[in-house]
């Protein structure tokens, strides 16, 4: 029997120990994917976290691993905190991968601050971090943010004004392969026509269909090089009847022939057709893709190739 009883708190020992271990997203080789993720409540997209949402959360599962708190570059808890703050990060809600992305919520509090941050895993491995919801204390504005089906991202700032609400908002896109999220619309708060940024604008275009395709500056197709001899890459912003229908789409295409290719990514319902003739591409949207774009329009159209303007060379003296 005293066999059997110094067998039995053996194990409860090892137990605790190997529990304890696992704890805060930590083992003994450093951060595991496992522990972390292990941490966090499932939850479904779309997601919205407001800031009254945010600073009455009651969380309490701590992320310990110091490894995980690097992650967090110095420059975002700097902003967020002020140099030197010690940040506590706890666990809010892991939501569904999409194209082996997928999202996490950390709460960060320090010196009585609260925000929330986005991180993104590309198949287990850290991608990057976003400042997703960080309440400004102005009982006058309500910020909220919101992640739909398709993982983009949309943060809004609503403030109650005398001639009525104003509202400004940021969309944002995460791109896996560089590890950031990247800003693709940006209207203020304080006023302003809303400047969209084409998150691809820099890419290469060397392939004979790589261009700009548009309607106008607020509706057009940008097409990039691609990272193999098949592929392109893709970003649509649409805008019309006065903001009631807005879309966008960005992601990679697959030329199914010599003059026309696909969007059609594993797991996500949106396919899009496009045909490319040597002044203009049509798009042709052909089933799935309402989270992308209002309900009462689509990304079908024809859009003109814009001439690039080349660089004037001096003249030799």
């Known amino acids: 029997m005293l066999r059997i009883g110094l067998a039995m708190i053996c194990l409860a020992l090892f137990a605790c120990h190997d529990k304890k271990k696992g704890a805060g997203g930590n083992d003994d080789d450093g951060f595991s994917y496992t522990s972390f993720s292990s941490l966090f409540r499932t939850g479904t997209l779309p997601y919205q976290l407001t800031d009254t949402g945010l600073l009455h ?6 992320i ?54 986005l991180l993104a895993f590309n198949k287990e491995q850290y991608g990057g971090v976003l400042p997703l919801l960080v309440p400004d204390g102005d009982g006058t504005t309500l910020q909220t943010s919101s992640i739909d089906k398709s993982q983009s991202i949309l943060k809004t700032i609503a403030q109650k004004r005398s001639s009525g609400l104003a509202e400004g908002r940021d969309a944002y896109e995460y791109d896996a392969e560089s590890g950031r999220f ?32 548009i309607k106008d500056k607020r509706n057009f197709v940008s097409i990039r090089d691609g990272r193999f001899p098949n592929q392109l ?16 789409l960005k992601g990679d295409l697959l030329m199914t022939s010599a003059t026309t290719a696909i969007y059609r990514q594993g797991g996500d319902p949106c396919i899009v057709s496009f045909r490319f003739s040597p002044g203009s591409v049509t798009v042709k949207e052909d089933e799935g893709c309402g989270s992308r774009r209002g ?21 030799k003296k």
């Not at 619309?185 to 275009?205: C, H, K, M, S, Y």
């Open 233 to 248: 890459q893709v970003f649509i912003h649409l805008d019309r009847n006065e903001g009631s229908c807005t879309g966008e």
């Open 64 to 117: 310990r691993s110091a490894d995980f708190a690097a992650f967090i570059p110095d420059s975002v808890r700097n902003q967020l905190f002020g140099k030197g703050a010690k940040v506590r990060y706890i666990a809010m809600e892991q939501l569904p991968a999409a194209q082996n992305k997928k999202f996490f919520v950390v709460k960060a509090q320090a010196n009585g601050r609260k925000a929330a941050l």
């Open 295 to 315: 309900l009462d329009c689509s990304f079908d159209g024809s859009f003109t190739r814009k001439k690039e303007t080349k660089p004037k060379s001096g003249r």
């Open 57 to 62: 959360n009651r969380d309490t599962a701590v």
């Open 182 to 213: 990247l800003l693709i619309l940006t209207n203020p708060l304080n006023g302003g026509a809303a400047e969209v940024i084409n998150p691809i604008d820099t890419f290469a275009r060397k392939n004979r269909f790589s261009g700009d395709y």
